[in-house]
């Protein structure tokens, strides 16, 4: 069971908006930056959003992060058969341990 | 351009200890934290550790009593020992880079490609 809580499975149509959202607490997500890691099937997670909603050059603008109080969430317009993987939230503790979301299965359909 | 390679052995055996090193190439382990991450099979990702390049650690309360992460600046490696393992601590293990933002790790922007390791007699 993660800390951070993610719904197992999202999916959308290509050219859709969707959304997926990630719950923590006071101790994480409340008081620390919240970042977003995309993995796609067979390779190594690759950072999509960091402190909450900025991306990292090469990331294309329909991704976008967003936090309000202890929960955030990872928003995708303009889906692309190419989005579909798994998307993990990850935050910091106030301990300085880190902490992921079990992961959201983004199907594009 | 910043590489990090996993190496270590791929089997191990129950109550022994996995050892792993991340060896980074095309740039300096200074000033960055070093993570270490698990995942699995079919399963999530699972936050192990870090060490600062100054040495400091700090590990997943879980792991804690278990793992060991140290780091050899002159040979540009960190490296993971979990001990006492079990069928449990099967997993793709990741190595990453944190950045240091204002003494604090920060997001992790460079990751290796994963060493698969199963634990079995």
């Known amino acids: 069971q993660s800390v951070l809580t993610q719904p197992p499975s999202a999916s959308g149509t290509p050219g859709q908006r969707v959304t997926i959202s990630c719950s923590g607490s006071?101790?994480?997500?409340?008081?620390?930056?919240v970042y977003w890691y995309q993995q796609l099937p067979g390779t190594a997670p690759k950072l999509l959003i960091y402190?909450?909603?900025q991306r990292p050059s090469g990331v294309p603008d329909r991704f976008s992060g967003s936090k309000s109080g202890t929960s955030a969430s990872l928003a995708i317009s303009g889906l692309r058969s190419e989005d579909e993987a798994n998307y993990y939230c990850a935050a910091w503790d106030d301990s300085l341990s880190g902490l992921f979301g079990g992961g959201t299965k983004l199907t594009v359909l | 351009q910043v590489q990090l390679q996993e190496s270590g052995p791929g089997l191990v055996k129950p109550s022994e200890t996995l050892s792993l090193t991340c060896t980074v190439s095309g740039g300096s382990i200074s000033s960055y934290y070093w993570s270490w991450i698990r995942q699995p099979p079919g399963k999530g990702l699972e936050w192990i550790g870090y060490?600062?390049?100054?040495?400091?650690?700090n590990y997943n309360p879980s792991l804690k009593s278990r793992v060991t992460i140290s780091v050899d600046t002159s040979k540009n490696q960190f490296s993971l020992k979990l001990r006492s393992v079990t069928a449990a601590d099967t997993a793709m293990y990741y190595c990453?880079?944190?950045?240091?933002?204002?003494?604090?790790?920060?997001?992790?922007?460079?990751w290796g490609k994963g060493t698969t390791v199963t634990v079995s007699s």
């Open positions: 990453a880079r944190a950045t240091d933002y204002g003494d604090f790790p920060d997001y992790m922007d460079v």
């Open positions: 402190r909450n909603n």
């Open positions: 060490i600062y390049y100054s040495g400091s650690t």
């Open positions: 006071s101790s994480n997500i409340g008081s620390n930056y």
